[in-house]
C-alpha cells in the first residue's frame, strides 16, 4: 500500500489519471499475493487503499469484509458489511454473511432482520438462488430451500455443491415430519426419493472426489424405510400419534 501512495506522490496530474487503472490492477495483485501469504492485515490495508479511491465499489467494501471475518473481528466486519449491502442492496450473498456474523456474535435481532431482508429479494440468478436457498436452509426452511436450490440448478446445472446440498434438503424433508407443513400440494406428493438420489448421483458425476462421502448419505438412506413423498411422511407420524 505505501508503495502504491508513494508512486502516486510523485506522478504529475495527468500521468496519476491516467495510471490509475494500472495501480488498481497492482492493488489487486498485491492482494491476491498477500492472501496467499496468509498476510489479511495487509490485505485489509489494501483493500482500503482501494476504498478511498473508489468509494462507490461495493465489492471493495466486500473483500474487506471477507479479510476482518477470516482474522476473526466479526465486529468490525459488520459496518463494512453494512457498506457494501448500501452500494448493493439486492447482493444476496452480502446480506448472508451479514446475517450469519450477526447471528455469530449473539445480535439476533439484527440478524433476523437481515434474514428477513433476503426472503424479499427476488434472486437475479442462479448464483443468488443458491444463496437464498442457503439463507432458508440456516433458518430451517427446507420446503423455501428445496425451491430456491431447484430453481438454481435449474439455470446453472453443473454446480455439484447445489446438488448435494439439495439431494440434503430433500432427505430432511423425508426425514423431519414437521419440515415439509410449509410446502405446497404438488411437492408433498413428489416422489422426492427419487429427486434426492438423482441429486446425489449428478453431485458424485460432477465432483467424484466426493464420492465416498455422498454414497455414505446415501446408504443411509433406503427405500425400504425411507418414504417417498413428504405426505407419506406425515402419514406415518399421525398413524403412530407423533403428529397433531
Given at each position: 500500500m505505501l508503495f502504491l501512495e508513494a508512486i502516486e506522490q510523485i506522478l504529475p496530474g495527468d500521468m496519476k489519471e491516467n495510471?490509475?487503472?494500472?495501480?488498481?490492477?497492482?492493488a489487486h495483485l498485491m492482494i491476491d499475493l498477500s492472501s496467499f501469504l496468509g498476510r489479511y492485515e495487509q490485505c485489509i490495508a489494501i483493500t482500503d487503499y482501494l476504498?478511498?479511491?473508489?468509494?462507490?465499489?461495493?465489492?471493495?467494501?466486500w473483500k474487506k469484509a471477507l479479510y476482518l471475518h477470516t482474522l476473526g473481528r466479526l465486529e468490525d466486519a459488520i459496518p463494512v458489511l453494512d457498506e457494501a449491502i448500501a452500494r448493493d442492496p439486492n447482493n444476496i450473498e452480502y446480506l448472508l454473511k451479514k446475517a450469519r456474523i450477526s447471528q455469530a456474535i449473539y445480535r439476533f435481532d439484527e440478524s433476523n432482520q437481515t434474514y428477513e431482508k433476503i426472503s424479499q429479494i427476488a434472486p437475479r440468478d442462479a448464483l443468488q438462488y443458491a444463496y437464498a436457498g442457503d439463507a432458508a436452509l440456516d433458518q430451517g426452511k427446507y420446503g423455501e430451500a428445496f425451491d430456491r436450490y431447484t430453481k438454481s440448478l435449474e439455470l446453472a446445472p453443473s454446480d455439484p455443491l447445489i446438488w448435494e446440498k439439495r439431494g440434503d434438503v430433500i432427505?430432511?424433508?423425508l426425514t423431519i415430519p414437521t419440515a415439509g407443513q410449509r410446502?405446497?400440494?404438488?411437492?408433498r406428493n413428489m416422489d422426492l426419493y427419487s429427486e434426492g438420489m438423482k441429486s446425489y448421483e449428478n453431485a458424485i458425476?460432477?465432483?467424484?472426489?466426493?464420492?465416498r462421502e455422498i454414497e455414505q448419505k446415501m446408504s443411509k438412506r433406503s427405500d425400504e424405510y425411507t418414504p417417498r413423498t413428504i405426505k407419506e411422511l406425515e402419514s406415518r407420524y399421525t398413524q403412530y400419534?407423533?403428529?397433531g
Amino acid at each position: 500500500m505505501l508503495f502504491l501512495e508513494a508512486i502516486e506522490q510523485i506522478l504529475p496530474g495527468d500521468m496519476k489519471e491516467n495510471t490509475a487503472g494500472l495501480r488498481e490492477n497492482v492493488a489487486h495483485l498485491m492482494i491476491d499475493l498477500s492472501s496467499f501469504l496468509g498476510r489479511y492485515e495487509q490485505c485489509i490495508a489494501i483493500t482500503d487503499y482501494l476504498i478511498q479511491r473508489y468509494p462507490n465499489n461495493a465489492q471493495y467494501y466486500w473483500k474487506k469484509a471477507l479479510y476482518l471475518h477470516t482474522l476473526g473481528r466479526l465486529e468490525d466486519a459488520i459496518p463494512v458489511l453494512d457498506e457494501a449491502i448500501a452500494r448493493d442492496p439486492n447482493n444476496i450473498e452480502y446480506l448472508l454473511k451479514k446475517a450469519r456474523i450477526s447471528q455469530a456474535i449473539y445480535r439476533f435481532d439484527e440478524s433476523n432482520q437481515t434474514y428477513e431482508k433476503i426472503s424479499q429479494i427476488a434472486p437475479r440468478d442462479a448464483l443468488q438462488y443458491a444463496y437464498a436457498g442457503d439463507a432458508a436452509l440456516d433458518q430451517g426452511k427446507y420446503g423455501e430451500a428445496f425451491d430456491r436450490y431447484t430453481k438454481s440448478l435449474e439455470l446453472a446445472p453443473s454446480d455439484p455443491l447445489i446438488w448435494e446440498k439439495r439431494g440434503d434438503v430433500i432427505f430432511a424433508l423425508l426425514t423431519i415430519p414437521t419440515a415439509g407443513q410449509r410446502v405446497n400440494e404438488q411437492v408433498r406428493n413428489m416422489d422426492l426419493y427419487s429427486e434426492g438420489m438423482k441429486s446425489y448421483e449428478n453431485a458424485i458425476r460432477l465432483r467424484p472426489e466426493r464420492e465416498r462421502e455422498i454414497e455414505q448419505k446415501m446408504s443411509k438412506r433406503s427405500d425400504e424405510y425411507t418414504p417417498r413423498t413428504i405426505k407419506e411422511l406425515e402419514s406415518r407420524y399421525t398413524q403412530y400419534r407423533y403428529l397433531g
